[in-house]
């Protein structure tokens, strides 16, 4: 009974008071919006960064190369002037260092791919060992990846990317199609699934995935620039591969080795969404602060507009208590509405920054529950003041209007 | 019984000592209807305060019922306001964006056992001064002389043994200053203690006891010829 009307007449207050009220709500209002997204965010790119060890699906394995990705790397005649690696060099790394458990030398090309008369340019054709599928962690969407017996027999025999199944076989089974690399026709025995776009930004479905054997058949490499090395115990991942890039520049010196974990280019990549994040909260902390300072004025001097109010209120039989206790209520309400209205506004925020940025945002009862929270904490925080105040005044003088004698 | 023993108040401006009362002892009995006259600044609104506990004595004791004022915490004294004295003021002190009936249950909210169905009781006092009909208006909606209707049915709502009327009549034309008082002295002779302040002669010359103040002192006290315990008493000791 005594609740409900003060709250009512709180609601009036604030209700009859509605331009203050929005100004008090403004700093809270952002910074529980940016609060929001802040979580949204971090929440969606943790998820991405595991999704992507997920999909890498070797947090024991680093990749070699002998020129920085995104640059040439195919392995093949030596005419761009680059570091070639030979293959026994290679296949001997585990003898030369302890720990290292497979060799995956993976021949790299861009080429032209034809079905008939279609002709699409620029698809990756890359070289891979029989074990590629498995250490890489890849799924096939159809058909299966080729075997021992099937490079024994020398077949001229590709997986390809999903995309580029559904370029030249649109709607069809594309399994037992022939493409044409070079001279060559090779007949589709398996399609990967979707992976999306790669770590270096190409589309990781534009592919073509052959054996070594096909690969030398087509391109004639005099040598490898590109190898994945897997380790046995993921802990030693980064001395393994330090040791593997001093072995290579010890045997080539003054040529420089570059050297990726997929777990550290997931992290990478990220760095992105973290710097974000990180200035995101130094906003939501700095406008919950002038959120709250701003409150704390503006409530000051409503009280001052009300002095004969507390003064009646006083006179009626208001403790002291009952006067704070009012002033914290209407603050801890003004912040609890201005909390929901930074809610919405901060999945809309989100959303524009996640389709920005590129980022991902993952919505959980998280970030309401914790930003509500904050904006409560701020109301009652920063209405103390502002209540002790209001509780002090004398009955006799605030009857009158004023607050000194 | 309220009861003062050489009350004293001084306000400090700087160097200035203003002595607001000086040797104040009074008794006021049950159901007395008392007038306090005397000129600006001769102390009334202070003596005012005091009694209604809104001010503390400087020195002096006051005893309400037996109890010594001065022993009480400040929420105490607001228990005793809420329970023991009802308020009127000149200016009303109505709340503007609250009708007339949520402006009488305000006291409710302070109130340690309000009645079960405070809107009805809010209803009933309404009723009883005569704004039935004007529940749900603002005071803005509200005549002077409704106005201070609504803040006297605001001031019995708790059903206080003492009405505290600083002016009631001040900001009133002479047709409803004559309505509000013919109001108070109804509540007199259903038995409250009524006490108003005024500096209007005519007006103070309608209540059965008045005392006037001059710089702070009480230098006389009208009685009524018929002085009997029905109609309360004031003694200057």
Redesign the interface.
């Known amino acids: 009974?005594?609740k409900s009307?003060?709250l009512?007449?709180t609601f009036?207050?604030i209700g009859?008071n509605s331009l203050t009220t929005l100004f008090m709500c403004v700093g809270i209002m952002i910074g529980v919006a940016v609060l929001v997204a802040v979580i949204a965010l971090g929440r969606g790119t943790e998820a991405r960064i595991l999704d992507r060890i997920d999909r890498v699906g070797v947090t024991d394995s680093f990749t070699i190369r002998t020129v920085p990705w995104g640059l040439g790397g195919g392995g093949l005649r030596d005419d761009h002037g680059e570091l070639l690696l030979s293959f026994d060099e290679v296949t001997s790394l585990p003898k030369h260092i302890q720990g290292i458990d497979t060799v995956l030398p993976t021949l790299n090309a861009r080429n032209p791919v034809l079905v008939g008369q279609e002709k699409l340019e620029d698809i990756a054709i890359q070289g891979v060992a029989l074990d590629f599928q498995q250490v890489r962690n890849l799924n096939l969407s159809s058909g299966s990846f080729f075997s021992e017996a099937d490079i024994q027999s020398g077949s001229h025999i590709a997986v390809i990317g999903p995309a580029l199944a559904n370029n030249f076989f649109p709607g069809e089974n594309p399994l037992g199609k022939l493409i044409q690399v070079e001279d060559l026709q090779l007949e589709v025995i398996g399609v990967l699934d979707t992976r999306g776009i790669s770590n270096s930004g190409r589309n990781a479905d534009q592919i073509v995935l052959v054996s070594h054997e096909v690969f030398v058949e087509l391109f004639q490499p005099v040598g490898l620039s590109t190898v994945t090395v897997t380790v046995q115990d993921p802990a030693n991942l980064e001395k393994l591969a330090a040791e593997t890039r001093s072995y290579f520049e010890g045997i080539y010196p003054g040529e420089e080795i570059f050297v990726r974990y997929p777990m550290a280019t997931a992290r990478a990549r990220d760095e992105v969404a973290n710097t974000l994040s990180f200035y995101l909260k130094i906003i939501a902390g700095t406008s919950l602060l002038i959120g709250g300072t701003v409150m704390m004025n503006l409530t000051n001097l409503s009280i001052s507009g009300r002095i004969?109010?507390i003064g009646?209120?006083?006179?009626?039989?208001?403790?002291?208590?009952?006067i704070s206790g009012q002033v914290l209520v209407e603050t801890a309400l003004v912040s609890i509405i201005a909390g929901i209205v930074g809610i919405l506004l901060g999945y809309l925020l989100t959303n524009e920054l996640a389709t920005r940025l590129d980022l991902r945002s993952i919505f959980s009862w998280h970030a309401p529950v914790i930003g509500l929270f904050f904006a409560l904490i701020i109301g009652l925080v920063f209405g103390v003041r502002p209540a002790k105040r209001a509780a002090k005044l004398d009955?006799?003088l605030a009857?009158r209007g004023s607050q000194q004698? | 019984m309220l009861y003062l023993n050489q009350v004293e108040k001084v306000y400090s401006n700087g160097s200035n000592r203003i002595e607001a009362l000086q040797e104040i002892s009074l008794k006021i009995s049950p159901h007395t209807f008392l007038a306090i006259q005397g000129k600006s600044g001769s102390g009334k609104t202070t003596l005012l305060n005091i009694l209604g506990c809104l001010d503390r004595p400087e020195s002096g004791a006051y005893q309400i019922d037996g109890e010594d004022t001065s022993l009480k915490s400040d929420n105490g004294l607001a228990a005793l306001r809420n329970k023991k004295f009802g308020f009127v003021f000149q200016s009303f002190n109505l709340m503007p964006r609250f009708n007339a009936l949520e402006n009488v249950i305000i006291p409710f909210i302070y109130s340690p056992n309000p009645p079960g169905r405070p809107k009805e009781a809010t209803q009933q006092m309404l009723n009883k001064v005569g704004l039935s009909d004007r529940t749900k208006h603002l005071p803005g909606e509200l005549s002077g002389g409704q106005q201070q209707r609504v803040a006297i049915a605001r001031a019995l709502v708790n059903n206080p043994d003492v009405i505290l009327a600083d002016e009631p009549t001040g900001a009133l034309d002479n047709q409803t200053s004559q309505e509000i008082l013919d109001i108070l002295a109804e509540l007199n002779s259903d038995g409250k203690t009524v006490i108003i302040v005024t500096h209007e002669k005519d007006i103070a010359q309608q209540c059965p006891y008045v005392l006037t103040l001059s710089d702070g002192r009480a230098i006389d006290l009208k009685k009524p010829g018929n002085e009997n315990l029905s109609n309360g008493g004031v003694n200057v000791l």
Request: net charge positive; charged share 40%; glycine share 4%.
């Open positions: 009974m005594k009307l003060l009512r007449s009036k207050h009859a004969r109010e009646l209120r006083k006179a009626l039989g208001a403790r002291n208590k009952d009955p006799v009857l004698k």
